[in-house]
């Protein structure tokens, strides 16, 4: 089974970046659709960004413009590049193999 190991939230002011990477132990990665989903205290989870095997995106409304999905099949990585971040932005945000494994996590926390 592929095993995702997400890195790179952490604390930030409003209007500040982050860059969330997310590690794939098998090659089985780069012929799946993955996805960046986020989880906030009290809150279902959503999906905030897919990649498809081809690299066609989607995004969720409230972050379009501001967020950008990539992925580098031949490192099995795929990235969440987040930019003018808001409070409500805050969460755990996972990865996730559709059809398959998610990750551990990692918060993202913005506050001033």
């Known amino acids: 089974q592929v095993q995702l190991v997400e890195s790179g939230g952490g604390l930030v002011q409003p209007g500040g970046s982050l860059r969330l990477s997310c590690a794939a132990s098998g090659s089985i990665f780069a012929i799946n659709a993955v996805g960046w989903y986020r989880q906030a205290p009290g809150k279902q989870r959503e999906l905030v960004a897919l990649i498809a095997r081809g690299g066609s995106t989607n995004y969720a409304d409230s972050v379009k413009g501001r967020f950008t999905i990539s992925r580098d099949n031949a490192k099995n990585m795929v990235y969440l590049q987040m930019n003018s971040l808001k409070p409500e932005d805050t969460a755990v945000y996972y990865c996730?193999?559709?059809?398959?494994?998610w990750g551990q996590g990692t918060q993202v926390t913005v506050s001033s």
């Open positions: 996730h193999l559709l059809g398959g494994s």
